[in-house]
């Protein structure tokens, strides 16, 4: 667990970086902040004249181009989590930033504007596009960010190279494998170089070979590229090849206990 994201509060920094991993990261102007930051976070929902509590004050600290994974039973509030860190809900109380940034500060536009540019998501069930190959899904968040045409095919042909689907461009998603899917969705999560990539479950449909290869993807993404990942996950594997693992329990998280990591 040495150098691994945990649960942290004040300014001590929570993870190390892999060497030359800030040098790879073109977000001038916020290095040294880590790449993600929750202080305090607590959400509820309302059900039935009551008040479900699902986190009750979650401080972390993710440092750049660090894996963490994020384990936790069932209905724990790993998806709660993951969408307040992406500005996708918001919290009760408690700030999150994400870089410099902080994105509890920030209107729905700005908001909506902050997630577009420079957050990626990826989710248990790929989203993608059906009428569109592999290379237009991935072009997709460039053509909204009005990028020009030539630079985005470019950009999202070198992303499915680097995800190993540099034979599929062409592929409609039904035309692919469901690992396969899901790495084109990994590849447009991150084509704008997002200073944070999300994760929630993403390997929850994937046979055991493709859940492994699309682990490895992402292990590898934080240790070559210099993403930050933040993972939600059961499985045992991708949390032993993580730079740190959380436990969501109770509201909060706590570092992983041996007899939940016995691989590690
Ligand atoms: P996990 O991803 O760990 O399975 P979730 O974050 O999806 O957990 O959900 C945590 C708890 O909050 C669950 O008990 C779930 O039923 C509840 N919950 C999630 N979203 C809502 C919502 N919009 N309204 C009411 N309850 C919700
Ligand atoms: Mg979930």
Known sequence: MDGAPRPASGASQGASNPAGAE???????????????MAGIAKSYPMG???LEVLTGVDLEVGRGTLLAILGASGSGKS????????????DAGRVWVGGQELTA??????????????GFVFQFHHLLPEFT?????????????????????RAAEVLWLVGLGERLEHRPSQLSGGEQQRVAVARAIVNR????????????LDRDNAARLHELLVRLAAEQGQTVVVAT???????????????????????????????
Request: net charge positive.
């Open 49 to 51: 004249g009551k008040k």
């Open 23 to 37: 040098e790879r990261l073109a977000g001038a102007g916020t290095a040294g902040q880590p790449a993600l930051r």
């Open 234 to 264: 059961h499985n045992d594997r991708l949390a032993s090849l993580a730079s740190g693992v959380l436990v969501l329990d109770g509201g909060k998280v706590r570092p992983a206990v041996t007899e939940e990591m016995e691989n590690r």
């Open 134 to 154: 592999a290379l237009e899904n991935v072009m997709m968040p460039g053509r909204l960010a009005r990028q020009g045409e030539a630079r985005v095919r470019e």
């Open 194 to 205: 997002p200073e944070l990539l999300l994760a929630d479950e993403p390997s929850g449909n």
């Open 80 to 91: 709660t989590l993951l969408h307040i860190a992406g500005g996708l809900d918001r919290p």
């Open 106 to 119: 920030l209107g729905a536009e700005a908001m909506a504007r902050f997630r577009a540019a420079r957050l």
